[in-house]
């Protein structure tokens, strides 16, 4: 696979070499941004979105910014809220975040000086709190690339970002890659294990190339062949291509917590910003 010769080759520090940092990301289809955020912006992240997320749990905001949709129990939403969605709304932290300079100066070179943050569409930008605990209604999610959950729209190239509130280990669970895979023409996902509706008018096949990826892409959690761990620490920033092969490893340890604000910036036609299409946990 591209990443020589291991996932912390892919940190980059503030400030960044774009030069290097681009690069990077074509070879391997993700970075990690180092340094963007101080300890006082991200205890700001965590302090307004724990907040929002009680919130949520108190049924005191509008039911915009709670779902139910991508938890494996909704049973345990009535007790516990994994996620916030549109949190950019409510956190003033996370808005100036997904906006800051060396952020959009990164996205710009990588999709383009015309990209665009998706945050008030779809499910804009949202907290997740992926808790293994009893509690909680998430466990993981399997291996996919993140076009697979709109196929049918020409919004792509895109770029997800994740800011790390906890640091990620084995522990309390983190980011399975399949370094390269973003060039890879991965189809469509015409074979869910949840049963989700694809788009009769999705497009066939989708990557920086033309080249079929070697195997199929695993319906659920297999181990795939080159596939790496990103490990991150609290604050940073984690870029990955909406073309790339990723998956979630499950913490081992019941009593942790991973907690994160992910979102995207797209670089296709933001026109087709508004239409409603999202095929739920694209490849699981």
């Known amino acids: 696979m591209p990443l020589r010769p291991a996932a912390d080759s892919a940190v980059f520090t503030a400030p960044f070499d774009l030069d290097a940092l681009e690069l990077c990301y074509r070879d391997n289809g993700f ?26 749990v108190a049924g005191e905001l509008d039911e915009r910014y709670g779902s139910t949709v991508f938890l494996d129990d909704a049973a345990k939403a009535e007790r516990f809220a994994n996620y916030v969605e549109f949190v950019s709304e409510l956190s003033p932290a996370v ?7 060396a952020l959009v100066a990164v996205i710009n070179r990588l999709l383009g000086e015309r990209a665009w943050l998706r945050d008030a569409t779809q499910f804009g930008v949202v907290y997740q709190d992926a808790r293994p605990g009893r509690e909680s209604g998430y466990s993981r999610i399997g291996w996919h690339s993140d076009w697979q959950s709109a196929p049918s729209l ?56 033309d080249v079929p990826p070697p195997f199929p892409m695993p319906l659920r959690f297999e181990g795939v ?48 910003e508004q239409i409603v299409q999202f095929v739920k946990n694209a490849a699981r």
């Open 154 to 209: 020409d919004i792509w190239p895109a770029t997800a970002f994740t800011i790390h509130v906890d640091a990620t280990s084995p522990a309390n669970g983190y980011l399975r890659v399949v370094p390269g895979s973003h060039q890879w023409a991965t189809p469509a996902p015409y074979r869910n294990a949840n049963g989700a509706v694809v788009p009769d008018d999705a497009v066939p096949a989708r990557g920086y190339t």
């Open 225 to 272: 062949a080159g596939e790496i761990p990103v490990f991150c620490e609290r604050g940073d920033v984690l870029l990955h291509d909406g073309y790339l092969w990723h998956s979630a490893a499950r913490a081992t340890d019941e009593a942790s917590t991973r907690r994160h604000v992910r979102g995207g910036f797209y670089g296709g036609d933001r026109s087709q």
């Open 31 to 56: 970075v990690v941004l180092r340094g963007l955020l101080d300890e006082s912006a991200v205890a700001d992240v965590e302090a307004q979105c724990t907040s929002a997320q009680q919130q949520v």
């Open 95 to 101: 808005r100036d975040a997904a906006r800051h300079p």
